[in-house]
T-cell receptor, first 113, second 114 residues
């Protein structure tokens, strides 16, 4: 049972344009959401996060939006750069117990120069 | 280096053999997690430690898997009688209690079972 879903396996965007990566979740107990970036042969690297008490969090070129009623979040990257090309994983947590992360299946972003 | 390290980075073994992986977390991180990532999937939680205590195990962690963190520092993950289905990337992450949102991942150990 995939509790966090990323329905787009891949996305290609021109350099300088906006990249929008989407994520849906099913478990209403999730109250913290994260985006990780992964390059080949490396572990996931934390990118940005958002608590369920917020609907937007911004960090430089990266903004995460959370729509709790729709159980949907998105990551906006603007402007996109070739170095952003990687696999992006959406992840979710509850703030109890193990605090382990539930990951989506990832979206491969390719930024075309 | 203050990051999470894992050893080995790659392991090729024959079905039925035992393998052991090591993870060295960021020092002073008292929580340590093991995840497994198979092709086309995101990482999946296996187990976690708070200091030396193993507090939770996923149903993915069959009886052939055992993990330890004897002194609350490094951890080992052993797989006995490996099967081809065990082929995956095994990721270790650590965090500081109270800041568990911030899990820092190591580079992973890629296991191939022939």
């Amino acid at each position: 049972d995939q509790q966090v879903k990323q329905n787009s396996p891949s996305l290609s965007v021109q350099e300088g344009r906006i990249s929008i990566l989407n994520c849906d979740y099913t478990n209403s107990m999730f109250d913290y959401f994260l985006w990780y970036k992964k390059y080949p042969a490396e572990g996931p690297t934390f990118l940005i996060s958002i608590s369920s008490i917020k609907d937007k969090n911004e960090d430089g070129r990266f903004t995460v939006f959370l729509n709790k009623s729709a159980k949907h979040l998105s990551l906006h990257i603007v402007p996109s750069q070739p170095g952003d090309s990687a696999v992006y994983f959406c992840a979710a947590q509850t703030q109890t117990g193990a605090n382990n992360l539930f990951f989506g299946t990832g979206t491969r972003l390719t930024v075309i120069p | 280096d203050t990051g999470v390290s894992q050893d080995p980075r790659h392991k090729i073994t024959k079905r039925g053999q035992n393998v052991t992986f090591r993870c060295d977390p960021i020092s002073e991180h008292n929580r340590l997690y093991w995840y497994r990532q198979t092709l086309g999937q995101g990482p999946e939680f296996l187990t976690y430690f708070q200091n030396e205590a193993q507090l939770e195990k996923s149903r993915l962690l069959s009886d052939r898997f055992s993990a330890e963190r004897p002194k609350g520092s490094f951890s080992t993950l052993e797989i006995q009688r490996t099967e081809q289905g065990d082929s995956a990337m095994y990721l270790c992450a650590s965090s500081f209690r109270g800041r568990d949102n911030e899990q820092f991942f190591g580079p992973g150990t890629r296991l191939t079972v022939l």
